[in-house]
């Protein structure tokens, strides 16, 4: 009986295991590659598509509906007249933009009830890929040129077209791919949920399981009569793509296969040991405490005053992204012994490649180029995370280092030169002038010294001695280490924390370069700004590039031969690299901790769960209350019960922001937009237990359009599969 027992359990742990093996994919893949790596593997784990049906340039494949949105998110096609979806926080710049006291639309949320009413935003562009092609081969026979070659591919590729193309080195430069690109320019925005559903949970909840928020915007690609790109015109049309997504309400469940579409932009998972390193022990804890030291500061002043809090709102978010993504990204790597791991994958490397001399000294030059590499990558990160979180009049200041550095040259150039830098120097000060507004709108002093009172200490205490810079290191000194001193003192003579000093001093100056750069010879933030980016630029940096470019040297080497020897036996991918990628994978709840489960999804309850009335994160509008009361979830309900986001075990990474996630038929099920933060170690290390990216349930999202926003003339224009 007892033996019984464990053989069953055994069989049980058994399957169990060898199921979640299953269920989770590393790999961000080349779409044109799938075919030959990844289709088996895909059928067998439950999709019902062929590889062709999701890229194929010679008829209209999944491809043709997902589009790289802006420079940095994906957005897909979900409508024959040209209806886009991303995330909130892919759009909300332009939400931003077109918002104001009257028409809030960040907080209210704006519709669009027919396309007059559609907003245009300047620069934004939407990208589709007409093909790729593997270019390797002919990169490296022009590598001499690489310039030129690079150049002549990509103008034979589009001559005759309205495409544009561009080559991207993929494996160090061991491959390139070329691009073939439509370059969309009139992207409309169509409608976007309130702030309290769209970033409901907001910083507290970011990178957080359980979640609760619909991050999704929509917009509308416009074209000439021709049915081709153009840039914005009032006689602009809707676009009428090649294809556009099928929108399913079957609904989702645990096991289903999902895949994700989409631009990741970065990961580095082929690290040797010592950069990881470098990571774990020097550079994460470093900036995340650099940045524990600014978020308090700027949190305290939120909760002090709704000024501040408007003030401080997207700095302070800009910050805690990165910050908590490093601090489950470290937790990740520690936990997985990621250091060891890569010098077990080391030694096994070295193992296949025993008899090729290429390889015999790579581990020992890597070793010696990380020794040069750690205390410049720890002086450049610091100077860096300085920039971004000590006091902020420093940066602002750092404009006119250029235009002054200029002047002083002045005297020893030709009429032509000195015409010319006057010119350049008139248009730095014009574009300083015009940043004023921007900056102040969002500035306030008291803040600002916290800022330098919190951070400068730890930089002077942590950068290493030799690397603070000249004047910086005699003022710390001067005001006998103390911050309370150092700070008064920096503030006491300057002109930068005054918006209509600076203007005057930009309108005076304009007129007499030489006085008004005397006065800012004698602006103590001004001297401050100038010796620490001097430091940084003329100094830290450079050093910094010669190793790193050694290094990259190496890892085109180290790259080539991981292809070589390994690839034999495992299927590799490449690192992302804002180009188009397929991951897939399974619905999927996992265990971030020992003895705690997360279940796959949540739903419209966990919402009112978490409501704070008044709270800047948890608020929701009455409208919200009043349809929550009512229930009417009717065909988006699963079960009766409203989903609003699921877990599911693709690989993914910033840029996979607005992902379609599709069903084994390819059909719209939700949108990514988060990882779990225990997950963030992927970027370096993928572990299949762990890793989780965060989507909206796409009926969620068609409920608030349809019952919230009252847009059912949008969700009735898509194509609904039920
Ligand atoms: N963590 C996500 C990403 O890396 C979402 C960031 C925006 N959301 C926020 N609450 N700050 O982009
Ligand atoms: N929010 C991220 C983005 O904007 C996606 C999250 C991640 O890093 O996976 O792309």
């Known amino acids: 009986m007892i033996r019984r027992n464990f053989i069953t359990k055994t069989i049980v742990l058994f399957f169990l295991l060898s199921a979640t093996k299953v269920f989770a994919v590393e790999g961000m893949w080349i779409p044109m590659l799938l075919k030959s790596l990844n289709e088996d593997e895909m059928k067998n784990m439950g999709l019902r598509l062929t590889a062709d049906d999701i890229y194929n340039v010679n008829t209209s494949s999944l491809k043709d509906a997902v589009f790289l949105f802006g420079r940095g998110c994906t957005s897909e096609l979900i409508s024959d007249k040209g209806m886009l979806i991303t995330n909130h926080h892919c759009g909300f710049g332009q939400i931003q933009s077109h918002s104001s006291l009257e028409n809030d639309y960040l907080k209210y949320g704006f519709w669009a009830k027919e396309l007059k009413e559609e907003l245009p935003n300047k620069g934004l562009t939407a990208t589709r890929i007409v093909r790729m092609e593997n270019v390797t081969t002919q990169v490296m026979a022009g590598m001499a040129d690489y310039d030129n070659?690079?150049?002549?591919?990509?103008?034979?590729?589009?001559?005759?077209?309205?495409?544009?193309?561009?080559?991207?080195?993929?494996?160090?430069?061991?491959?390139?791919?070329?691009?073939?690109?439509?370059?969309?320019?009139?992207?409309?925005?169509?409608?976007?949920?309130?702030?309290?559903?769209?970033?409901?949970?907001?910083?507290?909840?970011?990178?957080?399981?359980?979640?609760?928020?619909?991050?999704?915007?929509?917009?509308?690609?416009?074209?000439?009569?021709?049915?081709?790109?153009?840039?914005?015109?009032?006689?602009?049309?809707?676009?009428?793509?090649?294809?556009?997504?099928?929108?399913?309400?079957?609904?989702?469940?645990?096991?289903?296969?999902?895949?994700?579409?989409?631009?990741?932009?970065?990961?580095?998972?082929?690290?040797?040991?010592?950069?990881?390193?470098?990571?774990?022990?020097?550079?994460?804890?470093?900036?995340?405490?650099?940045?524990?030291?600014?978020?308090?500061?700027?949190?305290?002043?939120?909760?002090?005053?709704?000024?501040?809090?408007?003030?401080?709102?997207?700095?302070?978010?800009?910050?805690?992204?990165?910050?908590?993504?490093?601090?489950?990204?470290?937790?990740?790597?520690?936990?997985?012994?990621?250091?060891?791991k890569k010098k077990i994958f080391e030694a096994e490397f070295l193992q296949l490649a025993k008899n090729d001399p290429n390889y015999s000294n790579l581990m020992k030059d890597f070793e010696g180029l990380y020794k040069t590499y750690r205390p410049l990558a720890w002086s450049l990160e610091y100077y860096s995370e300085l920039f971004t979180n000590g006091a902020e009049i420093v940066r602002l200041s750092s404009a006119l280092i250029e235009p002054y550095e200029k002047y002083k040259l002045l005297t020893t150039q030709d009429t032509a030169t000195v015409r010319s830098f006057k010119k350049q120097i008139n248009e730095s000060l014009d574009k300083f002038s015009a940043s004023l507004d921007g900056f102040f709108q969002n500035y306030d002093v008291e803040v600002d010294k916290k800022l330098m009172k919190a951070v400068y200490p730890i930089f002077f205490e942590g950068v290493g001695d030799s690397n603070i810079s000249v004047l910086a290191k005699k003022e710390w000194l001067l005001a006998k280490m103390n911050a309370d001193a150092f700070t008064n003192n920096q503030f006491s003579k300057t002109m930068f924390t005054n918006k209509d000093k600076l203007k005057k001093w930009v309108e005076d100056t304009k007129k007499s370069f030489s006085k008004g750069m005397k006065l800012l010879e004698k602006d103590k933030i001004f001297l401050l700004s100038k010796d620490v980016y001097g430091k940084y630029n003329h100094d830290i940096y450079p050093q910094f590039i010669t190793v790193n470019t050694n290094i990259q040297d190496k890892m085109t080497l180290y790259m080539k031969g991981i292809l070589q020897?390994?690839?034999?036996?495992?299927?590799?991918?490449?690192?992302?690299?804002?180009?188009?990628?397929?991951?897939?994978?399974?619905?999927?709840?996992?265990?971030?901790?020992?003895?705690?489960?997360?279940n796959w999804f949540t739903t419209i309850d966990g919402i009112v769960e978490k409501y704070k009335p008044g709270d800047y994160e948890f608020d929701l509008l009455p409208k919200f209350l009043e349809l929550y009361k009512q229930k009417d979830y009717g065909r988006y309900a699963q079960n009766g019960v409203l989903h609003v986001a699921f877990l599911a075990s693709n690989h993914t990474t910033g840029g996979n922001s607005g992902s379609p996630v599709l069903n084994a038929d390819g059909q719209l099920i939700g949108i990514n937009f988060d990882r779990a933060w225990e997950s963030t170690m992927s970027d370096i290390m993928y572990d299949p237990e762990k890793c989780r990216n965060i989507i909206v349930d796409i009926r969620y999202v068609l409920w608030v359009m349809d019952k919230y926003a009252g847009a059912k003339y949008l969700v009735d224009e898509m194509t609904i599969v039920q």
């Not at 917009?219 to 090649?242: C, G, L, Q, T």
């Not at 700027?298 to 401080?312: T, V, W």
């Not at 495992?570 to 265990?591: E, I, M, W």
Request: hydrophobic share 35%; charged share 25%.
């Open 149 to 340: 070659t690079v150049k002549k591919l990509c103008s034979d590729a589009v001559a005759g077209t309205h495409y544009t193309a561009v080559v991207r080195p993929f494996y160090y430069g061991n491959e390139y791919y070329l691009f073939v690109t439509e370059v969309f320019k009139d992207v409309r925005l169509v409608g976007a949920p309130p702030s309290s559903i769209g970033v409901f949970g907001g910083d507290t909840d970011n990178w957080i399981w359980p979640r609760h928020n619909a991050d999704f915007s929509i917009f509308r690609i416009y074209v000439d009569k021709n049915n081709k790109p153009a840039d914005y015109s009032e006689s602009n049309v809707p676009y009428k793509p090649i294809k556009h997504l099928e929108v399913s309400l079957k609904g989702v469940k645990e096991g289903d296969f999902t895949m994700v579409y989409g631009f990741p932009g970065r990961t580095q998972e082929y690290l040797p040991s010592y950069a990881v390193e470098v990571i774990t022990a020097d550079l994460n804890p470093m900036r995340i405490k650099m940045r524990t030291a600014s978020l308090a500061v700027i949190r305290a002043a939120m909760i002090q005053s709704d000024a501040l809090r408007i003030k401080y709102a997207s700095k302070s978010a800009g910050i805690a992204n990165a910050w908590k993504k490093w601090q489950g990204e470290l937790k990740g790597l520690n936990r997985l012994n990621a250091v060891e």
């Open 565 to 598: 020897y390994l690839g034999k036996k495992k299927r590799l991918y490449p690192d992302a690299n804002s180009t188009l990628r397929v991951s897939y994978g399974k619905v999927q709840g996992f265990s971030p901790v020992d003895g705690t489960n997360y």
